[in-house]
């Protein structure tokens, strides 16, 4: 765990965010005391949502083709 101060907190944010992405936690103090963590966020594991749940038809790149193209006006 880092710990920074807040003006060098202030000038690499964005740095300090990418590092905390990555799992880090990042203690800013102020006057040499901490102040405040930053720390990642849990996020949910969607992996295998709604696995099993519905079908995905063959042609489904193809499906409403034709009325697509009768809105585009290409259909002849």
């Known amino acids: 765990?880092?710990?920074i101060n807040v003006h060098e907190a202030k000038t690499?944010?964005?740095?300090?965010i990418?590092?905390?992405?990555?799992?880090?936690?990042i203690t800013i103090a102020r006057a040499g005391k901490p102040a405040a963590q930053?720390?990642?966020?849990a996020r949910p594991k969607r992996t295998g949502f709604l696995v099993g749940q519905f079908?995905?038809?063959?042609?489904f790149d193809a499906?409403?083709?034709d009325e697509i193209a009768v809105m585009f006006?290409?259909?002849g």
């Open 1 to 3: 765990m880092a710990t």
């Open 63 to 65: 499906m409403g083709a």
């Open 18 to 25: 990418g590092e905390v992405e990555q799992g880090a936690t």
């Open 38 to 41: 930053l720390v990642p966020i």
């Open 12 to 16: 690499q944010f964005s740095r300090l």
């Open 55 to 59: 079908q995905v038809p063959d042609d």
């Open 73 to 75: 006006g290409e259909a």
